[in-house]
């Protein structure tokens, strides 16, 4: 009896160092960038632009960039998904297709990111003519999130018991009605909530930007969308491997990497509070 | 009673329906004539079919893949599978109430609302006078007329199932199909729901499932006995309970089985 205490104990003991281990990980990668990143932090910083390959001045344009790529991201990849969960979930039979487009979506979902920036490069940049250009990045990154957004989305219309769409049925609504008026609208929090989680790992991702819109240094803003900008995580990858003064590139460099957390955290928050404030208004 | 039931005429006719999930075979060649503004209840053990032979007649069946039917139903003597027959219309003239309470997650207002909205009311007035009426025919409108825009999820299961009953109510239909409507209900709201009914008789027709015998023989004019797939025995109520033609029937209403 008293060995398997002890053995239980051992082992709680291990789990317990191993799960603070992960904390304090995380912990340390935060703490070390904000501590070299919070110097290099000011107005200025956020506002102006770069300067002598963005050693000196500011990341305006890289914010603004990354900025535009994830509206661009969201306006592609959030009604696509959206129809095609709604696809899934309320029209399509279980055939053997449909098993086929799952499929199809969790190899989607599987491609590394550096493959979806080739394609990106071969599809948009080259053959649709986009050029290196917000059009083309947007397009790329929406095709990476776009299974993500599709399973999140599915699951929160499954969510939505079958009840409320056989009440409405009953009294006469056809399917698009009910899913419209008696589905959606109580689904469309958690799909959203899902999509922003994903667009907000694509504010983050290098691979698919590299070839398919990011600039290495451009001191202006665009004009239209196709042009090329700068952005956050490859003005990261820049900064931290491609000049040749890397200790004067450093202040910047982790100020640069500080925003890009920052703005990746407040996405996720942002989405967790919407998760929270409709979880309490349907209980079904 | 006897003589009551039979001058009524057919509102519901069926006739050799049988229904098939898949391969399997849920009903078996039912044929059965339900009279206008009578209450009929359909009995059975679980999984007899008599749901399913409920869902036919609004062809809720539908919405279930690989579902198949052989046989016809006709309500006015009007064929409810004939190619024209929009399924929606059908559903305006044939309401269902649900065997838990699926209020929708609105207010008491849009629920109620709701169907009207479907086919196409829009005006106000007309939507909260098509409210007022149904929810005073529900027997709800006194306990939630200060209240019609809160949340439909406040009010309680006896409640949400009137609410429900009101909203099945404010598409005018005629024929009421409730599926064990009482079954995730208290006793008091039992009773209610009952009493409602019972109010209701003079306008609708209904046909009820129940697996509560006592609640056939309270509300129901004719019932029907279920058994694997094939309806065993129909006829007047009284009758049916007090001297079944049916051995299967008698064991299954003296509790022998079931």
Redesign the interface.
């Known amino acids: 009896m008293r060995t398997v205490n002890h053995r239980d104990r051992i082992a709680e003991w291990c789990m317990r160092v191993l799960t603070y281990a992960i904390v304090a990980a995380v912990a340390y990668i935060i703490l070390h960038i904000v501590w070299n990143g919070a110097p290099a932090m000011s107005w200025a910083f956020l506002t102006e632009m770069p300067r002598n390959s963005g050693v000196e001045g500011g990341i305006y344009p890289a914010i603004v960039g990354t900025g535009l790529l994830v509206l661009g991201t969201m306006v592609v990849a959030l009604p696509l998904g959206m129809a095609c969960a709604i696809y899934l979930s309320e029209y399509a039979s279980q055939s053997r297709f449909t098993s086929f487009i799952r499929l199809a979506i969790a190899t989607l979902a599987g491609v590394p990111s550096i493959v979806f920036g080739l394609f990106g490069l071969g599809l948009f940049v080259i053959f649709l003519n986009f050029g290196s250009s917000i059009l083309a990045g947007s397009l790329t990154l929406a095709c990476m999130v776009l299974p993500t957004v599709i399973v999140a989305s599915e699951e929160s219309l499954r969510a939505v018991p079958r009840s409320q769409r056989e009440g409405s049925l009953a009294l006469g609504a056809s399917q698009w009605y009910t899913v419209s008026h008696n589905v959606l609208p109580y689904a469309v929090p958690g799909m959203v909530t899902g999509s922003v989680l994903a667009v907000g790992r694509a504010a983050g991702e290098t691979a698919p930007i590299l070839l398919t819109v990011a600039a290495s240094f451009l001191p202006r803003l665009p004009q239209t969308v196709y042009d090329q900008v700068m952005a956050l995580p490859y003005h990261l990858y820049i900064l931290a491997t491609q000049n040749p003064d890397a200790e004067a590139a450093r202040p910047n460099q982790y100020g640069t990497a500080l925003v890009l957390l920052l703005l990746v955290l407040g996405v996720n928050c942002a989405a967790i509070l919407i998760r929270y404030r409709f979880r309490k208004k349907y209980k079904w | 009673m006897t003589s009551e039931t039979s001058n009524a005429r057919a509102k519901i006719e069926i006739e050799g329906l049988s229904i098939f999930y898949g391969d399997a075979q849920a009903l078996h060649n039912v044929t059965m004539n339900i009279p206008e503004n009578r209450v009929t209840a359909l009995i059975g053990p679980s999984g007899c079919g008599k749901s399913t032979l409920l869902r036919s007649i609004?062809r809720?069946n539908e919405?279930i893949?690989g579902v198949r039917h052989e046989g016809t139903i006709r309500i006015d003597s009007d064929n409810i599978h004939r190619a024209d027959m929009h399924?929606?219309?059908?559903?305006?003239r044939v309401?269902?109430v649900?065997q838990?309470p699926?209020p929708?997650?609105k207010t008491i207002f849009d629920n109620v609302a709701?169907?009207p909205r479907?086919?196409g009311v829009r005006s106000r007035g007309e939507l909260a006078d098509v409210v007022e009426k149904s929810l005073k025919r529900a027997a709800l409108w006194e306990e939630v007329k200060d209240r019609l825009n809160s949340s439909a999820?406040a009010l309680s299961g006896g409640q949400q199932q009137r609410l429900?009953i009101a909203?099945?109510l404010a598409?005018g239909p005629d024929i009421l199909l409730m599926d064990e409507p009482t079954s995730a209900l208290d006793p008091r709201s039992t009773s209610w729901i009952e009493d409602l009914i019972d109010s209701l008789r003079s306008d609708y027709t209904i046909v009820i499932v129940t697996h509560n015998m006592q609640q056939a023989s309270r509300v129901s004019d004719l019932t029907g006995f279920l058994y694997e797939g094939k309806l065993v025995e129909f006829g007047d109520t009284t009758q049916l309970f007090v001297s079944p033609k049916m051995k299967q029937t008698e064991d299954y209403i003296t509790g022998r089985f079931g």
């Open positions: 609004n809720m919405i893949e399924v929606d219309n059908l559903r305006k309401g269902m649900f838990k699926n929708f997650p709701y169907g479907v086919h999820l429900c909203r099945a598409v």
